[in-house]
């Protein structure tokens, strides 16, 4: 992203829309990693199974997270952009 962002100049919100959308992508491919490192794992030779509920209920909670996040930080960065063009 910032190798793009010095070749092309991208509008505020776009680079963090752009961010957020990488960031929540890094969030569940990370859930997906852990789920299957931790199936690989031997654990008294019975795997862990978990239930696709189980993996949806882990994605879901990891995603609203970084939803979250992301939602305060274009929040924050309106306001900013806001009293910006307010005081000058």
Request: charged share 25%; with cysteine; proline share 1%.
């Amino acid at each position: 992203m910032a190798g793009v962002d010095q070749i092309v100049k991208l509008d505020g919100q776009l680079g963090t829309v752009i961010d957020t959308l990488l960031f929540i992508a890094r969030a569940m491919m990370a859930v997906f990693y852990s789920r299957v490192t931790h199936g690989l794992r031997d654990d008294e030779n019975e795997p862990d199974a978990s239930t696709d509920e189980e993996v949806r209920t882990l994605i879901t909670d990891a995603t609203k997270e970084v939803v979250a996040e992301a939602i305060t930080a274009i929040y924050q960065g309106i306001i900013t952009q806001l009293e910006t063009c307010l005081w000058s």
